[in-house]
Structure formats: C-alpha cells, structure tokens
C-alpha cells in the first residue's frame, strides 16, 4: 500500500482527495501547509511514497515546497503531482511545467489525481537522503 503526502490549506480540498485516494487503496498524511509537510519529511517516521500537493497556498509556495523537498528527500523526485484551481494560467503551468511534474486542475475529475498518483508511486525511486 503507498503513502502519499497530501498538502493542501483547504480542508474540504483534503477530504475530498483523501476519499478518492484511500478508495483507491492509499494511506494518506495530511497536511495543511508546506511548513507542516516539511515537518512530516523531516520526522522520517513515515515513507511517503507520493506527494499531491496545492500550488497556491499562504506562506510558502508550492513552487519553494517543490524545490525543499526535493532538496532534503531527493527520492521524492518524480513522486509529486501538483493542484491548482488556475493550472491553465501560464505563470502558474509554465514553470511548473519546466519542471516535468504533473499539474492538474482541481476542477477536473479527481479520478484524474487519482491516476496521476499512480502513476508516481510506480515511478524508480531516487537515492534516498540520508
């Protein structure tokens, strides 16, 4: 069973993702804020296997998330899948899509971040941080 970080500062964004994922046989570690999720890397206690996260959330970016995360657990790298509700606007795709992560809108079909999740937990895993 995989683990996905989802990272979100909206709650009703979180319980709907986290129905759709567990329904897809999936534990989820939620978080309200990149600061926390970064708390949840760091602890270590948890593998996570994927990260679905907000772009636009207060306080850090998805963007500074991203580039932190993949700093401290490069193993991650190729396991995210970004959210937006403006993921057709070019300042928020285009960078993220420099980046080769996946960016879907939150008002398409969640099944969608469902698949995309998949698709990342099967993803080889960079080295792990140590």
Do not use: C, W
């Amino acid at each position: 069973m995989s683990t996905v970080l989802l990272v979100d500062d909206e709650n009703s964004v979180r319980q709907a993702l986290r129905k759709i994922l567990e329904h897809g046989g999936m534990t989820i570690v939620e978080a309200d804020s990149a600061d926390s999720a970064m708390a949840v890397i760091r602890t270590g206690a948890t593998l996570i296997d994927a990260v679905v996260s907000d772009v636009l959330m207060p306080g850090t970016s998805g963007l500074a998330f991203y580039d932190e995360l993949i700093r401290l657990e490069p193993s991650l790298n190729g396991r995210v899948v970004f959210l937006s509700g403006a993921a057709r606007d070019p300042a928020i795709h285009d960078p993220i899509e420099r980046l080769g992560v996946p960016l879907l809108s939150k008002l398409d079909d969640l099944m969608l971040v469902l698949d995309a999740v998949r698709i990342a937990t099967l993803k080889p895993r960079q080295e792990r941080s140590k």
